[in-house]
């Protein structure tokens, strides 16, 4: 691991089946902590047979959170409530692009995928206030989500 090096500490990472901060690479060792405050200790022989996800590398992470929509809702102010959701949320990055693309129509269901960019460091902050905070101004707009037939 130390001489060949896909992640530094400080990197959000997904090996082995755990995704965590890396807050030490030692000699035989490496060692996470996971968004729930566990630390996990992996074998570096372990994480050098297999794959290794580094999500901080790219120095971003889009964050898309699908979102149903009854079909007859105004897709238009809902993409207006997305992108003020978007420009308030933990490790928002403006220079990149808000966008809803319908990914799904059906009688009961119009699903649009809410993405936008965040700090990779932030990212799972971003994930939990998205969902939260397009609820609530759903509920608060009076928007309805998927309906029954």
């Known amino acids: 691991m ?8 400080g990197d959000l990472i997904t090996v082995q089946g755990f995704n965590g ?9 490496t060692v996470l902590m996971t968004p729930d405050n566990r630390t996990i200790i992996i074998p570096n022989s372990a994480i050098t047979s297999g794959a290794i996800e580094n999500l901080s590398s790219a ?36 220079e990149l692009p808000i966008t809803a693309p ?13 993405r ?13 206030y998205a969902k939260e905070a397009v609820r609530k101004r759903f509920h608060a707009e009076g928007i309805s989500g998927e309906h029954e037939p």
Do not use: N
Request: aromatic share 10%; net charge negative.
């Open 21 to 29: 901060v890396v807050k030490e690479i030692q000699i035989f060792t």
């Open 59 to 94: 120095g971003t992470r889009v964050l898309e959170t699908l979102v149903p929509i009854d079909p007859h809702e105004d897709m238009e102010k809902v993409r207006r409530i997305f992108e003020e959701v978007a420009k308030k949320s933990p490790g928002f990055l403006a």
């Open 102 to 114: 319908v990914l799904d129509l059906s009688p009961t269901a119009t699903v649009l995928g809410f």
């Open 116 to 128: 936008y960019s965040v700090t990779p460091d932030l990212y799972l902050d971003a994930q939990a």
């Open 2 to 9: 130390l001489l060949f090096r896909p992640y530094r500490v």
